[in-house]
């Protein structure tokens, strides 16, 4: 059987990006659908940590870079949305830590940074007490400075699973290898055409959005779209199963002439613990250098840093592993990190990359800007939008929400 379903909006790609998007635009009265190849998050959003950063790690410097001028109104714009009373409720959302910390190991040149990114973000930052430090180094002998951010730790699986429930039928698990893309003789996307359970079916919108991050290359070269182009940005993560009672949630700013921090960890629960496990997830210029080991050096190096670091903490019966992630943005020369969300209007297509994490609530409002600059209105009427979805969505699959790297990396150990 063969059927075709017309819509507002057809967003490609589950992740962080489609789905605040999704959201977003069903709030508006469009009639939008999403379609994941895989599972929700599994891409770029599943491998991030969850902080969500004021900028303080582009300002080491001292200068209040684009970067961190862009990103400085992120974490409020999120906590009103954690309240209830943000553009996109989060209200369930787990938050895994309030608060961010930054420390700096006392050597000349991380006191420098710290204090010069302390100055350029003022109002954003507070030096703390010992009597202020969090449990994990409270009663600890450390040297230097410890700083309290405005950044904050979300779990990303939670975040996830809270933007993707209220929207089940409208939220389709397609096979892209069948996906043939229908183009007209000016280049517009006509429709996209899928196999679902009930035979073929036609797809088509007034617009359609690329939020699929790594896999925006491979729908872009179908297209044969080859501006914008993309960029990938490697890194070697770690992650431990640390025994240790106490979770981390700082950047450790190293005596190096880079400006990116020495280690960034976050901790995040262990399924297969009690509620006090936790693994450490360690991201930072050791998960850049990191492209240039083996496995097993990164897993080496990150013991000697960590406990080099983090004295008090017992590493001897921890388990490590890591893996390699890709961050892809839209290219920029000497592949520069973005300082903004990405949008890019070609035809009827519209190519984002949210770029980070912290930056998904600017990419939506981007897309909705444009899609004003561009007139398009909600058409479809609110009872045949109903109807059509309960069709639409029983010739699908509903996607999984994806699971920590992790949970697969300590699976059995």
């Not at 981390?248 to 509620?275: E, K, N, W, Y």
Request: glycine content about 8%; some cysteine.
């Amino acid at each position: 059987m063969n059927r075709t379903f017309s819509t507002d909006i057809v967003i490609l790609g589950g992740g962080i990006a489609g789905l605040w998007l999704l959201n977003r635009l069903r709030q508006r009265g469009f009639d939008a659908v999403l379609l994941e190849k895989s599972t929700l998050g599994g891409g770029q959003t599943i491998t991030s940590q969850g902080i969500i950063h004021g900028g303080l790690k582009y300002a080491l410097n001292g200068v209040l870079s684009p970067a961190s001028s862009a990103i400085a109104a992120m974490p409020e714009h999120w906590r009103l949305c954690l309240q209830g009373q943000g553009d996109v409720d989060l209200s369930g959302c787990r938050v895994l830590s309030p608060h961010y910390y930054m420390w700096s190991s006392g050597g000349y040149r991380s006191r420098l940074k710290t204090f010069l990114g302390s100055k350029a973000l003022r109002g954003r930052i507070d030096a703390l007490d010992e009597r202020d430090y969090p449990d994990f180094f409270r009663s600890r002998e450390i040297s230097g400075s410890l700083y309290r951010l405005s950044d904050f730790v979300v779990d990303t699986p939670s975040l996830i699973s809270l933007l993707a429930e209220p929207h089940r039928d409208r939220i389709l698990r397609i096979d892209t290898e069948s996906m043939q893309m229908a183009q007209e003789e000016d280049g517009r996307l006509d429709s996209l055409t899928l196999q679902s359970h009930s035979g073929t079916v036609c797809l088509k919108a007034q617009r359609f959005v690329l939020c699929a991050g790594e896999g925006n290359g491979p729908l872009l070269q179908q297209l044969g779209i080859t501006q914008p182009e993309m960029q990938i940005r490697p890194l070697h993560m770690l992650a431990a199963r640390v025994p240790h009672a106490q979770p981390a949630f700082v950047h450790c700013i190293g005596d190096s002439f880079g400006m990116t921090p020495r280690l960034t960890v976050t901790c995040h629960p262990d399924p297969t613990s009690d509620s006090s496990g936790w693994i450490w997830y360690i991201g930072g210029e050791i998960a850049e250098s990191g492209m240039q080991r083996s496995p097993e050096a990164q897993q080496g190096e990150g013991q000697r840093q960590l406990s080099e670091t983090f004295p008090w903490v017992d590493f001897s019966t921890t388990q490590w592993g890591s893996f390699v992630i890709n961050r892809a943005e839209p290219r920029l020369p000497n592949l520069q990190r973005p300082d903004n969300a990405f949008v890019s209007a070609k035809q009827n297509l519209l190519i984002t990359w949210p770029t980070k994490l912290t930056l998904t609530p600017d990419l939506s409002d981007s897309v909705c800007a444009e899609l004003a600059r561009q007139n398009v209105q909600p058409q479809a009427a609110p009872a045949a939008n109903a109807e059509a979805s309960a069709t639409l969505s029983s010739c699908f699959d509903f996607p999984e929400v994806a699971k920590p790297r992790w949970e697969h990396l300590f699976a059995g150990a």
